[in-house]
């Protein structure tokens, strides 16, 4: 899917990407901080790159609209010659490709004289400037650029014309940076019809993968795009680096985080990525007891941290991953490392660190979704201690709300919203809860964290009182799985608003609750995963109970269409009007219609 946008260019910007790299820059040309430019996680590499043409730069003066999608494309009015910029992230690639076309306006010959600037800036994200020194070897088509191991290769099909001597360059793209300008590289075109200059920065290793392209659709009258879009964003934070992973965000967030992770694997399996799920389930399970993270820079520089989530979250995913597809043996084997992670007490509450939950940034003893998370686990897995926790998770109850922990200074917090999608609470105290979350929760902009009536409230506070993107589709999910439709659906639906502002189609991570303020990454794996997790599994009600068996139990009034559905080996096409299926193809395999 693709954009073509005019308007409000310096407030939006773009990722191009591919298993290897991504490049982050404005829509209005800039490299506007210190997370632009070109990234192969966890290194930057190009902190800008700049282009000239007959004395006048290609800048926010210039550009006259962009299409964005699978690459960008900036459309440019320079002195009589039309310029169009593509910016792509080919997969045989390490890096980017840029290609200009050039056209005389007026059709008459011209010269183009086209001067490309690059600051590099070779440094692991961690640093904000390195004072490692650089090494540069030239070539007729070719500049490197070597920074202890790591290198970057400015090359084209050009000759390469590289005047003046390499340069230091300070800049302030909200903080001081510092890169090398190896020189001004220079090409020349004589314009009567087309000409195109194309020009690469690849970095020195690289995966040359790729993921595989799936025909699905979903026909929505307000869902469609958020849908579309979502998927496009996961894939956008592929990553085949210390194995295929998802990295949780844009641009920040450059590692595996196990918790993100197997979040979005609840919607990319949905999705019917089946085999990329697999491998990336592997790529945890391999590893020493499920870690927390895997940091993408070098196997024995990887930290396994106990989060407390994410062994049932493992376990969920392996599931619905079994139901869909298949596991194989080292995933059977990640799964018996994850059942020994849990520990209970002698009334059924599961135990784990009190800093280990998905709100790192307070200490939690005890917390509703841990315990929620292990019941969901142990029920799917028919775990001997799922009765225990059944009766643990009572404990949390209270006549008007569930408790956030078992702590003595509890607050009201979204947290409950997980025993709630997951139906684990019954419906007459369910739909009490649920009045308190979409009345004291429910934001313009999504689900706040923390209830607005707490004391300590704060609409920007990380986890306390901001709305997230993961927040808000758990409290769609808790409405739709006991018939809030309406609220449901108009809960999920506030993230559409997100698509056209920020970075274009994709989903932050959190913002503002009272002004919509962007506080976090631009592009956030779990914001974007559980979109079509919601839309497959609560929405239209596709359950599949194993490779060869599913169930479609849309929600009441419901009209769409979803073609391309994956279960197992087949895919199924079904249209549902006004809340009633119908399969439009023959599966080969047991399909149950339940109204």
Known sequence: MRYKVSENLSDRNGVVS??????????????????????SPPYKYLDYYGIRINGIWLDSDSVQAVEYGDQMTLHHDVGGIRVKENIAAPSDTPGIEVTLELESKNKEKKAAHVMLEAGVDIRHKSQDISHEDYNIETGPNRVRLARGRKNLMITSEEELNLKGDPYQREHFPGEKQECIVPGKIFF???????????????????????????????EHDKLDRLFKYSITSVKNLIYDKEGIGIAAGHPWFQSYWARDTFWTLMGLIDAGYFELSEDILTNFAKRENIPGKINLEGENRTKYSGESDTSPLYLIAADKLERHFRINDQIQDGIQKAKHNLEI???????????????????????????????????????????????????????????????????????????????????????????????EF?????????????PDYSSDGYHTGSSWGLTTAWAAAANLNYENNKQGLNMLGKLRQFLDRGQLGALPEVVDSE??????????????????????????????????????????????????KKIGDSEIDIKVSEGEPEVLNNPELKVILED
């Open 515 to 564: 002004n919509g303020e962007n506080l976090g990454c631009s592009e956030q794996a779990w914001s974007s995963g559980l979109i079509p997790h919601i839309v497959d599994s609560y929405i239209i009600g596709i359950k599949a109970r194993d490779p060869n068996k599913v169930v479609i139990d849309p929600i009441d009034g419901l009209n769409c269409l979803r073609t391309g």
């Open 442 to 454: 429910s934001s313009r902009y999504g689900a706040r964290t923390v209830s607005m009536l707490e």
């Open 345 to 439: 007490d002698q009334k059924g509450v599961a135990l784990h660190s009190p800093e280990g939950t998905w709100m790192d940034t307070l200490n939690r003893e005890r917390a509703v979704e841990i315990q929620s998370l292990w019941l969901e686990a142990a029920k799917r897995h028919n775990m001997d201690e799922k009765d225990k926790l059944k009766k643990g998770l009572n404990r949390f109850k209270r006549e008007d709300y569930i408790k956030d922990s078992l702590r003595g200074d509890d607050i009201a917090t979204i947290n409950p919203a997980i025993p709630l999608m997951y139906g684990q609470i019954q419906e007459e105290d369910a739909r009490k809860y649920l009045e308190k979350i979409n009345a």
């Open 18 to 39: 591919n298993l290897h790299c991504f490049l982050m820059r404005s829509l209005d040309t800039g490299f506007k901080t210190k997370w632009s430019g070109l990234w």
């Open 188 to 218: 020349k075109k004589e314009l009567e019809n087309a000409e195109t200059i194309n020009f690469r920065f690849t970095t020195s290793e690289g995966s040359f993968g790729s993921i595989e392209k799936r025909n699905q659709n979903f």
